[in-house]
């Protein structure tokens, strides 16, 4: 699907099991590979991002699809359940 | 210098590899799925000829093939961004 890269910006971010992200505000593009590797989100949900900065980089291998929202993989559940299996280790 | 930020090349100067203007870009087409870099969206430079290239509006469409380089400028390749014919010809050539 095609899209003009403007477009993009200022949508919200959605994981696909529904957890608010953020907002996209920049793109990060590889010249040289011709293709986006990138992310920039602000307005960042402080629930999942235990930082202090304004906003983070996401991988672009993470968006599974972008419309009216962008919708990207839920790799913050993936995070909760090491961080609980270790804390069971432990 | 390969990973750039989409936003600091809006409104960049577009300038051909003979050292002519083009215009100004306006914005970039990106394939969602693949994550693609497909085309340049430019506002043409008054004085260029805009008949030769694939236009839409006001604007010009080139492919992202045909970019050579970004930093202070986009520098694009003329033959290239007319359309596939033009590089095919230069092959048969050589």
Known sequence: ?90 | MAKIFAKNLSNKQVMATDGSEVGILFNIVMDIKSSRLVSLVIKPDMALDISKYKQEGEYIILPFESVRAIKDYIVIDKAIAKGKKAPQNEQVDI
Request: no cysteine.
């Open chain 1, 1 to 90: 699907m095609l899209t003009e890269m403007t477009s993009l910006f200022g949508l919200n971010v959605y994981t696909n099991s529904g957890t608010y992200v953020g907002k996209v505000s920049d793109l990060v593009l590889d010249i040289n590979e011709r293709k986006v590797r990138g992310l920039a989100i602000s307005e960042i949900n402080k629930d999942l991002f235990d930082i202090n900065e304004k906003g983070v980089i996401i991988p672009y291998r993470w968006v599974i699809t972008a419309a009216d929202i962008v919708l990207i993989r839920d790799i913050f559940a993936n995070f909760k359940k090491k961080t609980n299996t270790e804390e069971k280790e432990v």
